[in-house]
């Protein structure tokens, strides 16, 4: 199984952009999939998972300002994300969750990591 992730760079606050991730070799049936992030000097947290159900859940400081979307049949997951602030500086990694089950238990997947910054 291999995430990979794109679509991070250097933007002025207020700006846009769009993340991107794939996974290849992912047979598995899935939790979730989704995006964290880790500030520098910060631990991972959520940004926005959604689940196989299409349910969102997102972090309340991104809330109205990103958008999570997922491609099932193609193993995607994309993070549009507007109205960039300062403090959305980190390097995001998505995630693929699998679903365990009687012969095998739930595991988490990451992808590389994309480092987005926000200029003010």
């Known amino acids: 199984v291999q995430l990979q992730a794109s679509g991070g760079g250097s933007v002025q606050a207020g700006g846009s952009l769009r993340l991107s991730c794939a996974a290849s070799g992912f047979t598995y049936a899935i939790n979730h999939m989704g995006w964290f992030r880790q500030a520098p000097g910060g631990q991972r947290e959520l940004v926005a998972v959604?689940?196989?159900?299409?349910?969102?859940i997102y972090t309340d400081s991104v809330k109205g300002r990103f958008t999570i979307s997922s491609d099932n049949a193609k193993n995607t997951v994309d993070l549009q994300m507007n109205s960039l602030e300062p403090e959305d500086t980190a390097v995001y990694y998505c995630n693929f969750q699998r679903r365990g089950g009687a012969t095998a238990r739930t595991k988490d997947y990451w992808g590389q990591g994309t480092l987005v910054t926000v200029s003010s």
């Open positions: 959604i689940t196989s159900s299409g349910s969102t």
